[in-house]
């Protein structure tokens, strides 16, 4: 059985950013148009009136400042209230795909081998953009790498899940070098009109490279990777092929991303907390030792409680990276985000962790410790 390393990672920022004012002026507007234009039905009790927000409430309530995005024109026209991205011909790549290419560039050049090295490419997301064919076959065409190439979604936790297939790839000698890929357009399922959540998510790809360990130069050996699912409706998507043979039509609420957050926060942190220590014990790793966690970033009070019963204290500034409050959550890229942004500083030997969790419920954690 062969060792995966950690070689290189990737970034890439969409080039607008949408600040919690800016949201908020939109939404607050959306509010005002439709209480005015329901004001009968209102005051008769039909329908219920909405509830302006600010930016004071979305900061508290998740610790989120700013996000990126792909298109910020329509996000913030309350006529609109959505990315607006026209759709490519077949002859143009993708926008994800274009996305996730430019991260993995960015991982390669970081690599600094050719591509003729790696054997497999993972697009690991929380939203395929079609069934078929493959993004991660197009991202492969698109790099000029052979071997095998497919997509895997398991929501926001698709990164770690993609972290130990390339892994086991790599320990069966099935290829030498993986490229798993996030790109994540999450403001597209995004309902901008609903108060509790229009704030959650933005944009960003992200890209890992993993190699096999006698073949890799530097980085971070993969000392033990988990995954963990159970079923549990309180984070959904019900966007799908079926919808247009519904006869209810395509428009159902549930159709984006919908939620109950207390219900996740009280059921994930404990869950997940639970199978960090239980995966630290059985490969012998103290999880309070820990140089860094790089956490899932869909929540700050979430990351916060999860931190504290990992590392058994208050972490210190930096230890549990927060990268949320100028990405938001970006779903299965956050995790790669935090691990991208913050850790130059290890000295080898040191330890950490990249935990995802989400829909699914899902979760998957991934020690790594600096060669």
Same mark, same amino acid.
């Given at each position: 059985?062969?060792?995966?390393v950690?070689?290189a990672?990737?970034?890439?920022?969409p080039?607008f950013?949408?600040s919690?004012?800016?949201?908020?002026?939109a939404?607050?507007?959306?509010?005002?148009?439709?209480?005015?234009?329901?004001?009968?039905?209102?005051a008769a009790?039909e329908?219920?009136?909405? +509830?302006? $927000? %600010?930016?004071? *409430?979305?900061? @508290?309530?998740?610790g989120?400042?700013?996000?990126?995005?792909?298109? #910020?024109?329509?996000?913030?026209?309350?006529?609109?209230m959505r990315?607006?991205?026209?759709e490519?011909?077949?002859?143009?790549?993708?926008?994800?795909?274009?996305?996730?290419v430019e991260?993995?560039?960015?991982?390669?050049?970081?690599?600094?081998?050719?591509?003729?090295?790696?054997?497999?490419?993972?697009?690991?997301?929380s939203?395929?953009?079609?069934?078929?064919?493959?993004?991660a076959?197009e991202?492969?065409?698109?790099?000029?790498?052979?071997?095998f190439?497919?997509?895997?979604?398991? +929501?926001? $936790? %698709?990164a770690? *899940?993609?972290i @130990?297939t390339?892994?086991d790839?790599?320990?069966?000698g099935s290829a #030498?070098?993986?490229?798993?890929?996030?790109?994540?357009?999450?403001?597209?399922?995004?309902?901008?009109?609903?108060?509790?959540?229009?704030?959650?998510f933005?944009?960003?790809?992200?890209?890992?490279?993993?190699?096999?360990?006698?073949?890799?130069?530097?980085?971070?050996?993969?000392?033990?990777?988990?995954?963990?699912?159970?079923?549990s409706?309180?984070?959904?998507?019900?966007?799908?092929?079926?919808?247009?043979?519904?006869?209810?039509?395509?428009?159902?609420?549930?159709?984006?991303?919908?939620q109950e957050?207390?219900?996740? *926060?009280?059921?994930v942190?404990p869950?997940?907390s639970?199978?960090?220590?239980?995966?630290a014990?059985?490969?012998?790793?103290?999880p309070?030792?820990?140089?860094?966690?790089?956490?899932?970033?869909a929540?700050?009070?979430?990351?916060?409680?999860?931190g504290?019963?990992?590392?058994?204290?208050?972490?210190?500034?930096?230890?549990?990276?927060i990268?949320?409050?100028?990405?938001?959550?970006?779903?299965?890229?956050?995790?790669?985000?935090?691990?991208?942004?913050?850790?130059?500083?290890f000295a080898?030997?040191?330890?950490?962790l990249?935990?995802s969790?989400?829909?699914?419920?899902?979760?998957g954690?991934?020690?790594?410790?600096?060669?």
């Open positions: 059985m062969h060792k995966a950690i070689v990672t990737g970034l890439f920022t080039p950013s949408v919690n004012t800016e949201l908020v002026e939404f607050n507007t959306y509010v005002e148009r439709f209480n005015a234009a329901n004001a009968e039905a209102i009790g329908v219920t009136a909405l +509830a302006p $927000s %600010s930016p004071e *409430f979305i900061e @508290k309530a998740s989120i400042k700013a996000r990126y995005v792909m298109n #910020k024109t329509g996000i913030v026209d309350p006529q609109v990315p607006i991205l026209p490519r011909p077949n002859d143009q790549i993708s926008i994800l795909a274009e996305m996730a991260a993995a560039r960015q991982a390669i050049e970081r690599w600094g081998k050719p591509v003729s090295e790696i054997g497999a490419v993972i697009c690991a997301a939203n395929m953009q079609r069934a078929y064919p493959a993004m076959i991202v492969q065409q698109a790099l000029g790498i052979e071997g190439a497919f997509d895997m979604n398991v +929501a926001c $936790s %698709s770690t *899940f993609g @130990k390339a892994a790839f790599i320990a069966t #030498k070098a993986v490229l798993m890929v996030n790109p994540e357009i999450c403001s597209g399922h995004l309902n901008f009109t609903d108060r509790d959540s229009h704030f959650i933005g944009d960003v790809a992200t890209a890992v490279i993993l190699e096999e360990e006698s073949q890799a130069k530097d980085g971070w050996e993969v000392l033990g990777t988990r995954l963990k699912t159970e079923f409706n309180n984070i959904r998507n019900n966007f799908g092929f079926l919808n247009r043979t519904a006869p209810e039509g395509e428009g159902a609420r549930d159709k984006l991303f919908v957050g207390r219900k996740v *926060f009280r059921e942190v869950m997940v639970q199978m960090i220590a239980e995966h014990a059985d490969i012998g790793v103290d309070t030792a820990l140089k860094r966690l790089w956490l899932h970033q929540n700050i009070n979430m990351n916060e409680m999860i504290r019963k990992v590392l058994g204290r208050d972490p210190e500034p930096g230890e549990n990276v990268i949320l409050d100028t990405y938001a959550n970006t779903s299965s890229a956050g995790s790669i985000i935090a691990f991208h942004s913050a850790n130059d500083d080898a030997g040191e330890t950490g990249i935990c969790f989400g829909a699914g419920y899902s979760a954690t991934v020690f790594v410790r600096k060669r």
